[in-house]
């Protein structure tokens, strides 16, 4: 059974472009969670996505945004890059009716420079 | 404004000994709490869950919770080397998102 997968592992970019990263949750899961950590800090959260739509929103600017698909997968899209946009960037899937226990993918490392 | 706080350390501890890593949270309204490991440049890993005031045992890892004193705990006993990590201490209320801490650095050393 695979786990939440997210892809691709590191980019590199440089200010002003923009960016997709993409997340399979855990299979049987139907909630995707998208975290930005910064180096030191813990996971900061960006959006949450269930039924395709956009459920809950954190702190973060309108250059942020997602999408989510039938089979529940999801991107991040991220435009107008920053240098401060540098960051790990954490999917985490639910499965439906269990309480909020959240798994996470190994991340995507992205550096803007 | 929702917050966790954690004492980002590094907590040392000797190979054997009790690490003790501590949380406080600001929401009342807080029902979940979970203790999540991170190794350096690896993703949060679930470690303990505890919904409910007292003490959750699992293994060599103990979850405890205090809503009055809004106070979250992890205690590992028997610390080994491979527990180095960072431990981040998470909240919720209902189904609404985790709101994350930034982590406590313990360093086991042999």
């Known amino acids: 059974d695979a786990g939440v997968t997210q892809s691709p592992t590191h980019l590199i970019k440089t200010r002003g472009q923009q960016v997709t990263l993409r997340c399979s949750p855990k299979?049987?899961?139907?909630?995707v969670s998208w975290y930005q950590q910064a180096l030191g800090q813990g996971p900061q959260f960006i959006f949450q996505y269930y039924e395709e739509e956009e459920r809950q929103r954190g702190n973060f600017p309108d250059r942020f945004s997602g999408h989510q698909f039938p089979n529940y997968s999801s991107e991040l899209n991220v435009n107008a890059l920053l240098l401060g946009d540098s960051a790990l960037y954490l999917c985490a899937s639910r499965p439906p009716g269990t309480g909020n226990i959240q798994y996470f993918g190994a991340g995507t490392r992205l550096s803007v420079l | 404004q929702k917050e966790v706080e954690q004492n980002s350390g590094p907590l040392s501890v000797p190979e054997g000994a009790i690490a003790s890593l501590n949380c406080t949270y600001s929401d009342r309204g807080s029902q979940s709490f979970f203790w999540y490991r991170q190794y350096s440049g690896k993703s949060p890993e679930l470690i303990m869950s505890i919904y409910s005031n007292g003490d959750k045992e699992d293994g060599r890892f103990t979850a405890q919770l205090n809503k009055a004193s809004q106070y979250v705990s992890l205690l590992i006993r028997d610390s080994q080397p491979s527990d180095s990590a960072t431990y981040l201490c998470?909240?919720?209320?209902?189904?609404?998102?985790?709101?994350f801490g930034k982590g406590t650095m313990l360093l086991v050393s042999p």
């Open positions: 299979s049987g899961h139907d909630t």
């Open positions: 998470a909240v919720n209320r209902g189904y609404s998102t985790l709101t």
